[in-house]
């Protein structure tokens, strides 16, 4: 961004321009106040420079530059993660084609943390979502006074924010604004205000928003770059066809995000970015997963999983989704922690999208196909699994059907799981 704040200055740093209920400026006073609180929070970490915390400017610059925990705060983090052709960013179970024979063996995979802030997709015309050049959105409950009342809310801006709407009003090149593009109402929001005649902010959101007359905004359970949030997860494959993989430590995988926001009301899942419901139900943010895997075929085997913890959402050491055709064996999992930080009397309040945290050593869902090759009586080694519902998984013997048969490599027992329902009424209570 900064060659084009430069070209911005150097074309229209003159020119003036107004915010609703602000003094004017220039466009060269915009680039100089973020180059400003650039620097602010570079000489505070690398040189110890220290700001008086009741200086305006710093606070600013601390709401938008600074990561006190130093955690990822974008939607997943992951230590090794394959998927089918395209990016990973979208839903899961989408990208399932045309990646395959992928071997790993004697592979460490630890110190996977995540706190993303949650945000909310904008749409245009309900065909498609409000950008920014970076991709990016708009955080408008960052940059808005108060939601809590849609019908008074105002435009406060940021200093990067501030800048997307000037580059607007000034630039037409593709090149320069990218991927760019600002709806009407979202112009009416920040340079004429939100009143009874222009309903600027229930605008931006095409007809629901925050806390105005029991509506709800429609794009929730993304991050600031409208990716499909999916959680801490140490190892991930997806639409991957013939693994073969061996000897695999995973631990030490932490999700520290809050709680679900309910700008979107009872929803029973992220709808971003062609999200599958059954593999990414209620709020998705808060996971934490040693190994996911979603239509896939091939061997797991001799996979160790510790230390997996989520403080607010499901923890599980491996996750098996749909359409899945696999052998395991070997399969170890200690210290699954699930909603840590919640207290009993919190979790008996939850509501969707936000689900009562589960802890699994393994959880495998409908419509997949699993092959435990094991000669041991527990098909999945496990210990100290705590959370709030831990009944509803698979994770041993007990749960697994009686249709098994001896062959060379063991005992091989077959299921076709149908694990877990999600059932909104009883999780909404």
Known sequence: ???????????????EITFYNRETTTISDLCQRIVDQMDMIYHNYINDIEYDEDDEEWIAAKKLFYNPSGWMDGGSSYGVVFNGDGAAVVGMGQRIKETSNIMMNNVEIYGIYNQVLEKIKVSINKVGASRLLLFDTIDWIAVTDSIEDGSTAQYIGDSYTDLIFAIKQN?????????LYLTESELQYVFEGNNADNNAFRGIWQGGSPAINDQSASGCNTDIQLHSSKGAIGLRFDGTQNIDINNIYIHDITNWADLGANWCGLSVGPSVSNEDIDIQYGYTGTRAHGLIIDYVTGNIQNINIENIESYHGEAIGINVYKGCDVQMSGINVDTVNAGTQLTSDDVDGLTLPNLIPRACAMDIHDETLVTFIDNDDDMVGQNNVNGYDIDNCINNDDDIDDDSNENENGISIIIIAAVIVFVASVLAF
């Open 1 to 15: 961004m900064l060659p084009r704040y430069k070209e911005l200055n150097d074309d229209y740093g003159d020119k």
């Open 171 to 179: 630039v037409d090149s593709w090149s320069y604004l990218n991927s």
